[in-house]
């Protein structure tokens, strides 16, 4: 079946840091969607991406389609301690197959 | 953004006793719903697919007698945690909506069996 693997597992980053999560799937995707896990919470949705080679960015958030549809990343410019917690990159319509996350813990 | 309630947030149960968990989408209304389990520090797992008005789709490795969905209304789904055991505690999650948009997802509950 579908896979989808996040790196890194888990990042410090010292605040005002950059901070970047790539996300790779075995086949190719219709779509990413970025969610944002805070510590206890549920996933929050961020933002959907379609296209292939897809840039869109929000405020200090950068998110990229890759170009064969399989990849995305998520840039953090100057990372601030609310940024904290797990970010999952996900793929699918109504079903969706999330990453495995990655974890930001930002030093203040 | 759309509402997706969870009831309840968290709840503590007996092993072998059952849990039931309700998932509500309270603006909107929802023909299918997802089920999500989530193990600590792990990723969401999609378990299965609510459709109303019809049997749920399980997801493989789910046992769809241990874990009963039903589908009520355009608004409700419930999902029931049969014979629990220590090996089920989880955060379970919901989400509606879609289609080609986001997915919105409830508050999650976090079932302990002891």
């Known amino acids: 079946g579908q896979q989808v693997m996040q790196i890194p597992q888990y990042q410090h980053v010292q605040e005002g840091e950059d901070f970047t999560t790539y996300c790779n799937s075995s086949?190719?995707?219709?779509?990413i969607q970025w969610y944002k896990q805070r510590p206890g919470g549920h996933p929050v949705f961020l933002i959907q991406?379609?296209?292939?080679?897809e840039v869109k960015k929000q405020k200090r958030l950068t998110f990229q389609f890759g170009e064969a549809k399989k990849n995305s990343s998520l840039h953090i410019t100057a990372t601030q301690t609310t940024d904290v917690g797990t970010y999952f990159c996900a793929g699918g319509y109504q079903k969706v197959t999330f990453g495995t996350g990655t974890k930001l813990q930002v030093i203040p | 953004g759309a509402v997706v309630s969870q009831h309840p947030s968290w709840v503590i149960c007996k092993s072998g006793t059952s849990v039931k968990i309700e998932c509500r989408s309270l603006d909107f209304q929802a023909t299918t719903m997802f089920w999500y389990r989530q193990f600590p520090k792990q990723s969401l797992m999609l378990m299965a697919t609510?459709?109303?008005?019809?049997?749920?789709?399980?997801e493989q490795g789910v046992e769809k007698d241990k874990f009963l969905i039903n589908h009520a209304s355009l608004t409700l789904s419930t999902l029931t945690v049969t014979s629990a055991h220590p090996e089920d505690s989880s955060f379970y999650i919901c989400?509606?909506?879609?289609?080609?948009?986001?997915?919105?997802f409830g508050p999650g509950t976090r079932l302990t069996v002891l």
């Open positions: 086949t190719t995707l219709s779509n």
């Open positions: 989400s509606a909506g879609g289609g080609r948009d986001e997915q919105f």
């Open positions: 609510s459709n109303e008005g019809s049997k749920a789709t399980y």
């Open positions: 991406l379609v296209k292939s080679g």
